[in-house]
């Protein structure tokens, strides 16, 4: 009985932490983007002007 | 604004699936062990069961989505077919592989090749590993955006097939325990655990959803940047 629990609490927390780091790299997708996008329009911001 | 509301959706829905997994360990009441082979693995049904019913919720979604891009060509369409593919896949990725765990304890086997729920259900989710992986190896365009919400749109079939395969044929998948009539057997405390991870993975996949929709669009406006740019 207690071994089973102990197997089925090692599968939660190995579930808890698959999608924890599903979580994880959703966040930091959406950060990296963001940042790209940010860069890329500052460096539009920055063409800008000289050309003008 | 969006992003913020996203992310604390999706932290809402973490902390209660965290929750409902440790009510579901301690506090749920315990099975009889007369009726099963493995009691202490039928806990796994407090993720089992709320893990697909958010890939259902996904899969309408893409359905949605699909059928919103086919039919409109709405860029919003597109953006739900993609994220109802990345959450449909996750999702059924969790249902498959802690129906798996409970099936080799319980059956001791993992699968069973002759059940048609069991085989339904990975075959949505194979769909969406489909169109998830062939999404980021074609370039984007209306031909292939057309060709996966085809399959966005043809693949829902299997959502109705998987959800009464259990009412028309019990082969070795346990019959419905919610509106499956008599043949119900939750007490208060078991259904109130039931629901609670419901409503988390209902919080947490919409959470994602929104995440991934805002993801879809910052690589659209970045493309679309890029593009111009490469026009100057």
Known sequence: MAEGMTYLAVAYLGMLIAIGLWTWTVFSRSNDLEQRLQAVERSIDTIEPEQE | ?232
Do not use: C
Request: hydrophobic fraction near 50%; charged fraction near 15%.
């Open chain 2, 1 to 232: 604004m969006t992003k913020r509301l996203a992310e604390t959706i999706l932290l809402l829905g973490f902390i209660g699936i965290a929750t409902t997994l440790g009510l579901a360990l301690l506090k749920a009441p315990s099975v009889s062990i007369n009726a099963f082979e493995s009691p202490e693995a039928q806990r796994i049904f407090y993720w089992h069961v709320p893990a697909a019913w958010a890939a259902f919720i996904a899969f309408g979604f893409l359905f949605v989505g699909s059928a919103l891009w086919f039919f409109k060509r709405s860029n919003l369409g597109w953006r739900m077919h993609v994220a109802g593919a990345e959450a449909g896949l996750a999702t059924g990725l969790m249902t498959v592989w802690s129906g798996m765990v409970w099936g080799s304890a319980e059956w001791g086997v993992p699968w069973d090749w002759t059940d048609v729920r069991l085989n339904t259900f990975g075959l949505l989710t194979f769909l969406a590993m489909f169109l998830v992986l062939g999404r980021q190896s074609q370039p984007d365009g209306v031909e292939t955006r057309d060709t996966f919400s085809t399959f966005g749109l043809f693949g829902f079939v299997l959502v109705p097939v998987t959800y009464v395969a259990t009412r028309l044929w019990q082969i070795r998948h346990p019959g419905p325990v919610i509106g499956g009539g008599d043949s119900g057997s939750l007490n208060g405390e078991m259904a109130l655990i039931l629901l609670l991870g419901a409503i988390s993975f209902t919080v947490f996949i919409a959470g994602h959803m929104l995440m991934s929709m805002r993801i879809t669009s910052l690589e659209q406006r970045l493309e679309s940047i890029q593009e111009a740019m490469d026009k100057v």
